[in-house]
């Protein structure tokens, strides 16, 4: 114990209050890239979330709480975006009582658009070496799997979680990880936050696949 852990604020609050200083720069972000689009921030994540569903589209209350908002809100800005050209609403091919929400050719060139924006946040992300961004990259991992088992956010398509992912299985400290739908090896800084392919292991799977990850996660921290 010294005199500044008397003095000091909880180290996680303080974190707290670090990433609510970089969320402030990162929600300034989207509102100007949104308004380069001619949208506001929610149906720019609206459509960029879309985006990612591919052909099969999604339903209205797996946006609404993607997005975190009521789904009247996600209605209107699900509406707003159909307006424009960039959704479109068909039947659900697993339901023809409901509608399925998918991106048309429009949206998807108004999201590659998007793509190409540099943000500050992610100018200043890059000004990280590439030791420091994939060991950020895990931590944040590590964050989102702790909120989603807490319940506190909708489950995300995360690797570490895929019934397709074999965590540390190589002796490739650069390529440790195995993708079984690509078949092929992969290291940490290809951890991908939304996969397309994710496919979500059964709960022991995926708690075993997450032990290891875990546990052997330090031991093959990039040097």
């Not at 990162?26 to 949208?39: S, T, Y």
């Not at 879309?50 to 946006?63: Q, S």
Request: with cysteine.
């Amino acid at each position: 114990m010294t005199p500044f852990d008397a003095l000091s604020t909880p180290l996680s609050r303080r974190l707290r209050e670090g990433l609510d200083r970089i969320g402030a720069v990162m929600r300034a972000d989207q509102w100007g890239v949104a308004e380069e689009a001619g949208l506001t921030p929610t149906q720019l994540h609206a459509l960029t979330f879309i985006a990612g569903r591919g052909d099969a589209g999604i339903r209205l209350r797996a946006v609404a709480e993607h997005l975190g908002v009521t789904q009247p809100t996600a209605t209107d800005s699900i509406a707003a975006l159909v307006r424009k050209g960039l959704l479109t609403k068909l039947a659900d091919p697993k339901d023809a009582r409901a509608v399925a929400i998918r991106i048309t050719p429009a949206g998807c060139d108004v999201v590659r658009a998007i793509g190409l924006a540099i943000t500050s946040t992610e100018r200043a992300l890059e000004s990280l070496s590439a030791k420091e961004q994939s060991t950020l990259l895990e931590l944040v991992i590590k964050t989102i799997r702790a909120l989603q088992e807490a319940k506190a956010i909708p489950p995300q398509r995360l690797c570490v979680t895929c019934r397709h992912f074999r965590a540390y299985v190589h002796e490739n400290a650069e390529l440790p990880h195995h993708c079984a739908f690509v078949d092929a090896a992969f290291g940490g800084r290809h951890l991908r936050l939304d996969c397309g392919e994710h496919d979500e292991a059964p709960p022991e799977a995926r708690h075993a696949a997450w032990r290891a990850f875990d546990r052997r996660a330090e031991d093959f921290a990039p040097g």
